[in-house]
């Protein structure tokens, strides 16, 4: 689940509301010797709302990863909304000046958004990238940012963003945080290969000016 889901400060009512509806809002699952955690990184972008379920959480994401760990998994992949971070994951909260600039049709000309903002705060990244450096996770991947990103830790762990399939972000760093992956509507292409090992692919949709005028008519109406 996203912000836009739960909120930016969930809680736990607007939790049970979405769980209700959709089922649970974090799990695992194997896939052909690879283990799949997704999370709902809402809270670890603000737990203040529900400390209880965050640190709930967060003791059973542990678990996952010693379990997968454990039961010798070709790949471990974390997936969640938020992005843990943009450039590097000692990223400092304030750290990043620079801002996104939004597309046509989405708020008054001139409208942006601090790039800072899309990210986990450091408080809650750190002991979570300290238990993905102990049980080697092979990837994270998130959304939320409205654009891609490709990006590493110090140890070579990928967080690799996803822009939607609809409104995109441009931020005034693209160039840097893409690594020449074109700004659009598309969808990424992820190969898992053997122990560890997996390339991914981003693609562009075909007409995919005609498929943004649709969704900025939805956004409209």
């Known amino acids: 689940c996203g912000n836009h889901d739960v909120g930016n400060r969930p809680t736990k009512e607007s939790i049970s509301h979405w769980t209700s509806a959709f089922g649970d809002d974090y799990l695992s699952f194997w896939a052909n010797g690879s283990f799949n955690i997704c999370l709902n990184s809402c809270l670890f972008s603000n737990p203040n709302g529900a400390q209880e379920l965050f640190d709930e959480q967060f003791a059973w994401m542990e678990e996952q990863l010693k379990y997968a760990t454990e039961n010798n998994a070709t790949h471990i992949f974390v997936y969640g909304h938020f992005p843990w971070f943009l450039k590097h994951e000692d990223e400092a909260d304030d750290e990043l000046v620079s801002y996104s600039a939004a597309p046509r049709g989405w708020g008054p000309p001139g409208s942006r958004f601090e790039d800072g903002y899309f990210t986990i705060p450091l408080a809650q ?22 654009q891609n990103v490709v990006t590493e830790t110090t140890w070579g762990m ?3 963003v996803t822009g939607p399939l609809s409104m995109n972000l441009e931020s005034e760093i693209s ?19 053997e122990m560890g090992e997996f390339t991914h692919k981003w693609i ?13 008519g939805c956004y409209s109406n």
Do not use: Q
């Open 125 to 146: 990244r750190k002991p979570v990238m300290e238990l993905f450096k102990k049980y080697n996770v092979t990837a994270c991947f998130s959304g939320h940012f409205h």
């Open 158 to 160: 990928p967080m690799i």
């Open 175 to 193: 160039h840097e945080l893409s690594r020449g992956e074109v700004n659009g509507i598309g969808m990424r292409i992820v190969d898992v290969g």
């Open 204 to 216: 562009l949709l075909d007409d995919e000016e005609s498929l943004f005028d649709r969704a900025l």
